[in-house]
């Protein structure tokens, strides 16, 4: 079992930026894909940014430009840069990573709030 645990939450103007951590409990050993998923009140969660392990990501388009993805594969820990952040961001977001080793694993964190006031 793996537990994923958010920081970096919190209420910010529109414009501001702000930046979450996530921090794995232990090493996963082979390839994976860490990122950030968000629900905002009334929708189904969707994809903000993910990076697997050699580099690669994947954005949503409504944040390209906006949030950038970085991971450290050594401390076991992905961040989310989020500038020019716009009222329509507010979610929780959720740390994620899944991958095989060698079965199938999927764990997600707590979430943390992130609310852009207008």
């Known amino acids: 079992q793996v537990q994923l645990v958010e920081s970096g939450g919190g209420l910010v103007q529109a414009g501001g930026s702000l930046r979450l951590s996530c921090v794995a409990s232990?090493?996963?050993?082979?390839?994976?894909?860490m990122g950030w998923y968000r629900q905002a009140p009334g929708k189904q969660r969707e994809l903000v940014a993910t990076?697997?392990?050699?580099?690669?990501?994947n954005y949503a388009d409504s944040v390209k430009g906006r949030l950038t993805i970085s991971r450290d594969n050594a401390k076991n820990t992905v961040h989310l840069q989020m500038n020019s952040l716009k009222p329509e961001d507010t979610a929780v977001y959720y740390c994620?990573?899944?991958?095989?080793?060698?079965?199938?694993?999927?764990?997600w964190g707590q979430g943390t709030q992130v609310t852009v006031s207008s």
């Open positions: 994620n990573t899944k991958g095989w080793a060698p079965n199938y694993y999927d764990y």
């Open positions: 232990r090493r996963i050993f082979g390839s994976n894909a």
């Open positions: 990076m697997t392990t050699g580099g690669t990501t």
